[in-house]
């Protein structure tokens, strides 16, 4: 495989130093190591749908299944699976529902007192409850893949993987994904999690409720009266939240003895599709010991082409650079054709494609600019567009994680959705350093003293460049 990377056609300095290519549905990344001496490799995409070509994951992904996968993994990619680390992970299953998926989705309250969003960006809008670790999501597959049955898409999305501290699972390398001890603990997960979700129920007639049952009723059916609000003291919030909790049990009461109990029919599907899904018998546990025994026998890790990691270097990623190899059929979202045949012979994945703009460009057409905080380059920026916005963001998992990292003030309280948050940490990360400045000069020299507050005053180089920037306006810091 080939590794592209971002450069600025005019000048040629690489802007961006981690080289991406993509294979069947996966994202290939080669990161520089902070020590600069060679390259860290990460991958990044679904495992299920590696395993279709890069075509889909809307089918049933087996125990079975996964095990080849890895072993592709080993074999084509030179993976030791048993020291490549896992970062993240989604696990979750594909359940048919003997109703309308509308019916789940429309209904959803809460989770853990916490509302879904809904991401309006998607096609097929899906339902997402972000909590610190990990987020659940779900959304109706079969009509994102324009299925005729009912297919329900549940599944945890874990972005820290302390998630799994005290549940019993441990998963650390790929090759854990083989440890049949963990698939129990992972449907445990599954299943206690979409059964503590609150959902409304549409069988319930509220005029067989009497006066305390449906205000419990109304007031239950609303996402935000779980809400605790910001402004209590811990006292308060304490008080609130036990509340809250006394309330819950008298809403699912209600819905014990007056809904349909559909969702407890719905979770005996995601336990029966899990227990189905990762079911192993003597045969294939043989077969799997058979394959980590294999994989230990594997060389270290290389990524094709007789590569291994320390033949990684500067020169060699550059000039696998200039050579375009025929990959897959697939083709990733953000791909460019880079030649004027309107039936190129080559595959329509183009490893040399990493953000580089394609060489013809409309008269009108916006210049890309680099965001001065995250060096990441936009495309197609708006007028006046400096920094990474949302919706950047939303395609872009890695530099997301890696902004909700940096900066974890601003979160609390904040009525944004993730996305918009970082965008707006990204654009006050630029000015709060010279906006702090700038208001502690002002409250020195709006203080009396004895002296003039100008004469104790020393800046440096950097912090002149940076109240040049209000220079010429109201806002303007004279010192004298």
């Not at 290939?28 to 600069?36: C, D, E, I, S």
């Not at 549940?167 to 997960?189: Q, S």
């Amino acid at each position: 495989m080939a590794f592209g990377t971002l450069v600025d056609e005019q000048t040629g300095i690489i802007l961006n130093p981690v080289r991406k290519t993509y294979d069947r549905g996966l994202t290939f990344r080669l990161v520089p190591r902070r020590t600069g001496q060679g390259y860290r490799v990460e991958v990044k995409g679904s495992l299920h749908k590696f395993f279709n070509g890069g075509l889909h994951n809307a089918d049933q992904y087996t125990a079975k299944d996964l095990l080849l996968t890895l072993d592709q993994f080993a074999n084509e990619y030179g993976f030791n699976l048993l020291e490549s680390v896992i970062n993240n992970i989604e696990f979750g299953v594909n359940v048919e529902l003997p109703f309308p998926v509308a019916k789940v989705l429309e209904n959803l309250i809460c989770y853990k007192n916490q509302p879904f969003a809904v991401d309006s960006h998607s096609p097929i809008p899906y339902y997402v409850c972000d909590r610190q670790r990990y987020a659940v999501k779900m959304y109706d597959k079969g009509k994102q893949k324009g299925l005729t049955s009912n297919v329900l898409r549940f599944e945890i999305r874990v972005r820290k993987m302390r998630y799994f501290d005290g549940t019993g699972v441990r998963l650390h390398t790929l090759a854990d994904l083989m440890n049949v001890a963990n698939y129990e603990p992972l449907g445990v997960l599954l299943v206690d999690t979409f059964s503590n979700i609150l959902f409304d129920d549409p069988a319930i007639d509220i005029k067989n409720l009497n006066t305390d049952q449906r205000t419990i009723y109304q007031q239950g059916r609303n996402p935000r009266y779980w809400h605790t609000p910001d402004d209590l003291t811990p006292k308060q919030a304490a008080t609130h939240r036990q509340r809250l909790s006394r309330n819950k049990n008298r809403f699912r009461a209600l819905l014990d003895q007056y809904g349909s109990n559909w969702q407890r029919e719905v979770a005996a599907l995601v336990r029966q599709t899990w227990e189905q899904l990762t079911t192993v018998d003597d045969h294939l546990l043989t077969r799997i010991d058979q394959h980590k025994t294999a994989w230990q026998n594997l060389t270290k890790p290389y990524i094709r082409n007789g590569f291994t990691e320390r033949g990684y270097n500067e020169e060699t990623v550059l000039n696998e650079g200039k050579i375009c190899h025929k990959l897959t059929d697939f083709t990733p979202p953000d791909c460019h054709e880079l030649t004027d045949s309107p039936t190129p012979q080559l595959s329509q994945i183009n490893p040399l494609y990493s953000g580089v703009p394609c060489d013809i460009e409309k008269p009108d057409q916006p210049r890309p600019v680099v965001c001065p905080v995250t060096g990441v380059t936009i495309e197609q920026p708006r007028p006046g567009q400096r920094f990474v916005s949302s919706v950047v963001l939303r395609n872009n998992d890695d530099l997301l994680l890696t902004l909700n990292r940096q900066q974890r003030q601003y979160a609390k309280g904040s009525k944004e959705d993730q996305y918009n948050r970082a965008a707006h940490n990204v654009r006050n990360r630029e000015s709060n350093e010279r906006n702090n400045l700038a208001r502690r000069l002002r409250r020195v020299l709006d203080t009396p003293g004895l002296f003039p507050p100008a004469e104790g005053i020393r800046l440096t180089d950097e912090q002149r460049a940076a109240l040049d920037y209000w220079r010429g306006t109201p806002y303007e810091v004279r010192i004298t």
